[in-house]
């Protein structure tokens, strides 16, 4: 009887024993700006390589240096700016990262205030106004807030905004939640997040000479356990395929976007991506409004699925 046991146990080990040798897991360090488009790289992956799991640290961007000098793990790092990965690259973290090839998809920056916009925000020289309630990012936490010293720096108000703020986020979504529930009239954001409160805000352009476009690096880590499988989903990040995701999450994905020394935009190259972003807005509040790619282009898809949800809480 037991020698039985012993032979069916052994015989199960053998089974699966392969099946467990072939699963492969990915660490992935991702800033959380970038959740939705990778969410859904990473389902797309791993119907492609069922072998694979894909599982990402998502964070402020400011958080990653210190853990994975702590814990020197990971496969693949994709911050919310590239400044932490240069600072990732200068500890030896990071040996093979190309800044003219291993750009995949940028952030853009855009004002976002509570749903009708009560305060009449209009401009980056609006935020200083008296009276006015500033969500700012906190620099040492999250990329936005990097961006926000820059560009009210940038417009001569820095000192004032600083007066008018009310909150320092630890990361974006902080900002956009605070939008949503009035606890705040106006805070900076990227366009990946502004898209995710569709119903709730209003999203206002920046005026070119304010505008960031953030380039967003991937890159493999040197002590990635699994470095072939790491290179492979980088490359398909860094696809058409994967750009397009990106795009559909109101990413910018064209690679000759003109900036300044500072990263500003220097003409209106991104132009027709705001107004889809500013017309998604518009199609989820009103439902007469047509969707289609000359309203929207690819934001087809989270406008429906707004839409869908606008519904089912009404």
């Given at each position: 009887?037991?020698?039985?046991?012993?032979?069916?146990?052994?015989?199960?080990?053998?089974?699966?024993s392969?099946?467990?040798a072939?699963?492969?897991?990915?660490?992935?360090?991702?800033?959380?700006?970038?959740?939705?488009?990778l969410?859904e790289?990473k389902g797309?992956?791993?119907q492609?390589?069922?072998?694979?799991?894909?599982?990402?640290?998502?964070k402020?961007?400011?958080?990653?240096?210190?853990?994975?000098?702590r814990?020197?793990?990971?496969?693949?790092?994709?911050?919310?700016?590239e400044?932490?990965?240069l600072?990732?690259?200068?500890?030896g973290?990071?040996?093979?990262?190309?800044?003219?090839?291993?750009?995949?998809?940028?952030?853009?920056?855009?004002?976002i205030?509570?749903?009708g916009?009560?305060?009449?925000?209009?401009?980056?020289?609006?935020?200083a106004?008296?009276?006015?309630?500033?969500?700012?990012?906190?620099?040492?936490?999250?990329?936005?807030?990097i961006?926000?010293?820059?560009?009210?720096?940038k417009a001569g108000?820095?000192?004032?905004?600083?007066?008018?703020?009310?909150?320092?986020a630890?990361c974006?979504?902080e900002?956009?939640?605070a939008?949503?529930h009035?606890?705040?009239?106006?805070?900076?954001?990227?366009?990946?997040?502004?898209?995710?409160?569709?119903?709730?805000?209003?999203?206002?352009p920046?005026?070119?000479?304010?505008?960031g476009?953030?380039?967003l690096?991937?890159?493999?880590?040197?002590?990635?356990?699994?470095?072939?499988?790491a290179?492979?989903?980088?490359?398909?990040?860094?696809?058409?395929?994967?750009?397009?995701?990106f795009?559909?999450?109101?990413?910018?994905?064209?690679?000759?976007?003109?900036?300044?020394d500072?990263?500003?935009a220097?003409?209106?190259?991104?132009?027709?991506?705001?107004?889809?972003?500013?017309?998604?807005?518009?199609?989820?509040?009103?439902?007469?409004?047509?969707?289609?790619?000359?309203?929207?282009?690819?934001?087809?898809?989270?406008?429906?699925?707004?839409?869908?949800?606008?519904?089912?809480?009404?």
């Amino acid at each position: 009887m037991k020698k039985g046991f012993v032979l069916v146990l052994m015989c199960v080990v053998l089974l699966v024993s392969p099946a467990l040798a072939s699963d492969k897991e990915l660490l992935f360090h991702a800033g959380v700006g970038q959740r939705s488009s990778l969410n859904e790289i990473k389902g797309i992956w791993e119907q492609m390589h069922p072998d694979q799991k894909v599982n990402f640290s998502y964070k402020g961007s400011g958080y990653f240096i210190a853990d994975i000098t702590r814990s020197r793990q990971g496969d693949l790092f994709m911050p919310g700016e590239e400044f932490y990965l240069l600072q990732a690259k200068e500890r030896g973290f990071i040996d093979n990262y190309n800044p003219d090839t291993d750009i995949p998809a940028y952030f853009v920056t855009v004002i976002i205030t509570p749903k009708g916009n009560p305060k009449n925000i209009t401009k980056v020289e609006d935020f200083a106004k008296p009276g006015i309630r500033v969500g700012l990012g906190n620099p040492r936490a999250c990329a936005i807030g990097i961006w926000h010293e820059k560009t009210f720096s940038k417009a001569g108000i820095w000192d004032k905004v600083q007066e008018n703020a009310t909150m320092s986020a630890k990361c974006i979504p902080e900002l956009a939640n605070a939008t949503q529930h009035k606890a705040i009239d106006a805070t900076i954001v990227w366009a990946t997040t502004a898209v995710l409160y569709l119903r709730d805000v209003e999203i206002i352009p920046i005026e070119h000479q304010y505008r960031g476009i953030i380039r967003l690096p991937v890159a493999v880590l040197n002590f990635a356990r699994f470095k072939e499988e790491a290179e492979q989903l980088k490359a398909f990040i860094l696809s058409d395929q994967g750009r397009q995701i990106f795009h559909k999450h109101a990413y910018a994905i064209n690679p000759n976007i003109p900036v300044d020394d500072q990263g500003f935009a220097l003409d209106g190259t991104t132009d027709k991506d705001m107004e889809y972003l500013v017309n998604a807005a518009k199609a989820v509040k009103d439902e007469s409004y047509p969707v289609n790619a000359d309203t929207v282009d690819d934001l087809i898809e989270e406008v429906e699925r707004q839409r869908k949800t606008t519904r089912a809480g009404s």
